[in-house]
């Protein structure tokens, strides 16, 4: 389901960049673990690494991408939390090279299928 209005996708499919020139520059990802808990002492911090998915699993991930796309995600809860995180991006999105803006709460069952589920490590 999508949320856009059609003058807004035409804009953006005016503005939008080729995803090549779109390049990975400081990720965070903290406190990935199971299903039901995450795990304070996981840390992964990454320069100029690409991630899997636009969102990396745990309490908080956070990432800076060139020439301009910052992502956010908080999670407090786990899979049977709804809603159990909060995603916020802006900027030139690398997955078709779109420019957005995003605030968006989801649980696990509203989110897309075959992504990492509660507190486990993986794309989001």
Avoid at 68 to 77: A, D, E, P
Wanted: glycine fraction near 10%; include cysteine.
């Amino acid at each position: 389901m999508s949320y856009t209005p059609d003058w807004v996708s035409r804009l953006q499919d005016k503005l939008a960049i080729s995803i090549e020139i779109i390049k990975p520059i400081f990720n965070l990802q903290w406190g990935w673990g199971s299903r039901k808990w995450p795990n304070p002492f996981n840390l992964c911090i990454q320069f100029f690494h690409d991630t899997p998915s636009l969102y990396m699993n745990g309490i908080v991930f956070f990432g800076i991408q060139f020439p301009f796309f910052v992502n956010f995600m908080l999670r407090w809860g786990n899979e049977n939390c709804s809603p159990a995180y909060v995603q916020i991006h802006i900027g030139w999105r690398p997955i078709d090279g779109r420019p957005v803006i995003v605030l968006r709460f989801q649980s696990d069952d509203s989110a897309q299928g075959g992504l990492a589920i509660g507190f486990e490590d993986g794309g989001k």
